[in-house]
């Protein structure tokens, strides 16, 4: 079945940057897109990018835009997002998420805690 | 960008009721539309795309109708473990989720 394993929680200062990684297994990493998303808490979902599995090209909600980047390895099936200048306000869970326009199967979360 | 307007934003039904939360696109998405249901604590859970269609071993109480800019998802019966916050997601054009509509037992 297919398997997202995200890395462990993170507390960043502010101006820091934080990269979380997913790994994937499953099904085959090339042949699909992965979707980060954000919630900061108590509020709702917040598309942030997605990474092509195959040609590893991206997309960046405007939002963020200069702050992220993603990647990805595909010798060790795995996705990475990075960002940076962290504030207050990102802190959040950040999920990755596979799929192509729907997002079918999703990781377990990783809280980003930004504090000074 | 898409903008999801979606309502309400909490509502409070006994089991057995029927519930219904729209969701309204700032343009027209065609039928590039899902549904998601997220527990406390958890990740979201896919229960309908394309608009209208059932995600895999979702139980057949809910369903998901509309296209174009108006879209609505039904809990036919509510169960108790229905509780939950239930969002929309547009696909047309990059990805929007609306802003969650939680579901409370009466």
């Known amino acids: 079945q297919v398997q997202l394993v995200q890395s462990g929680a993170e507390v960043k200062k502010p101006g820091a940057s934080v990269k979380v990684s997913c790994k994937a297994s499953?099904?085959?990493?090339?042949?699909?897109?992965l979707h980060w998303v954000r919630q900061a808490p108590g509020q709702s979902l917040e598309w942030m990018g997605w990474?092509?599995?195959?040609?590893?090209?991206?997309k960046y909600s405007q939002k963020f835009q200069g702050r992220v980047t993603i990647t990805r390895d595909t010798s060790a099936r795995s996705a990475y997002l990075e960002l940076s200048s962290l504030r207050s306000e990102d802190t959040a869970v950040y999920y990755c998420?596979?799929?192509?326009?729907?997002?079918?199967?999703w990781g377990q979360g990783t809280l980003v805690t930004v504090s000074s | 960008d898409i903008q999801m307007t979606q309502s309400p934003s909490s509502l409070s039904a006994s089991v057995g009721d029927r519930v219904t939360i729209t969701c309204q696109a700032s343009q027209d998405i065609r039928k590039y539309l899902s549904w998601y249901q997220q527990k406390p604590g958890k990740a979201p859970k896919l229960l309908i795309y394309d608009a209208s269609n059932l995600a895999t071993g979702v139980p057949t109480r809910f369903t998901g109708s509309g296209s174009g800019t108006d879209f609505t998802f039904t809990i036919s019966s509510l169960q108790p473990e229905d509780i939950a916050t239930y969002y929309c997601?547009?696909?047309?054009?990059?990805?929007?989720f609306g802003q969650g509509t939680k579901v409370e037992i009466k």
């Open positions: 499953g099904y085959t990493f090339t042949s699909h897109t």
């Open positions: 998420a596979r799929g192509g326009g729907t997002m079918v199967d």
């Open positions: 990474i092509n599995g195959g040609d590893g090209d991206t």
């Open positions: 997601q547009q696909y047309h054009n990059l990805r929007t």
